[in-house]
């Protein structure tokens, strides 16, 4: 088959989709994307670096978040996100550190956990909107979705901590702004070449 041929039949994308759109659908593909995305964010969790003076340790968990719902949207990343705490609860190891139980997921760091709920949505719905395809915008939007977490998990720490806003600010954001950027650089180069990719 020449190049030509195979780039008519090649799956382009159309305003409103996201990468997961382009699978061919069924429900076991719902259910499929879904349990693919649970399971991300739980290897991802597992990617841990301890921050000195902190109850909130460095996780791949926000570069899941954010592949997860620019890749499936805003109901099915609130979906993930949301099994994804229910399967904690339950006991699952698919925190951090293998970690779960009810007391992990209303702890200190329950609350960015918590923040997922959110950023899924808000970066799921811009993906539908086609800020995913093109660096310079994906990259403002993966930064926003990770703010959004802190927003949530930064005054959650502090209300299980007893810390004041001061120090749960130096506790659970300030160490975490080069790691976020880094993680929101990354995801923007890899998913907008995958759009391009899957263009041609």
């Known amino acids: 088959m020449s190049s030509a041929s195979a780039s008519s039949t090649a799956p382009l994308p159309r305003p409103g989709e996201v990468l997961a759109d382009l699978l061919p659908a069924s429900r076991v593909r719902e259910v499929a994307l879904v349990a693919a995305g649970v399971a991300v964010m739980a290897l991802l969790a597992q990617v841990v670096v301890p921050v000195p003076g902190s109850p909130v340790p460095i996780t791949g968990q926000t570069l899941g978040l ?57 970066i799921g719905r811009a993906a539908r909107l086609g800020a995913d395809r093109h660096f310079l915008k994906a990259l403002p939007l993966f930064v926003a979705g ?55």
Do not use: C, H, N
């Open 66 to 122: 954010v592949l997860v719902a620019t890749t499936l949207g805003p109901a099915r990343s609130v979906t993930v996100m949301g099994l994804y705490i229910a399967a904690a609860l339950v006991g699952l190891p698919f925190y951090s550190e293998a970690s779960g139980g009810y007391e992990v997921v209303v702890g200190a760091t329950g609350g960015y956990v918590l923040g997922f709920l959110p950023a899924a949505y808000l």
């Open 146 to 200: 990770q703010l959004v977490v802190f927003a949530v998990g930064v005054p959650w720490l502090a209300l299980t901590t007893g810390m004041d806003a001061a120090a749960a600010v130096a506790a659970g954001f300030t160490p975490f702004l080069l790691g976020g950027a880094v993680k929101a650089f990354v995801a923007a180069a890899v998913v907008p070449g995958i759009w391009r990719t899957l263009g041609r």
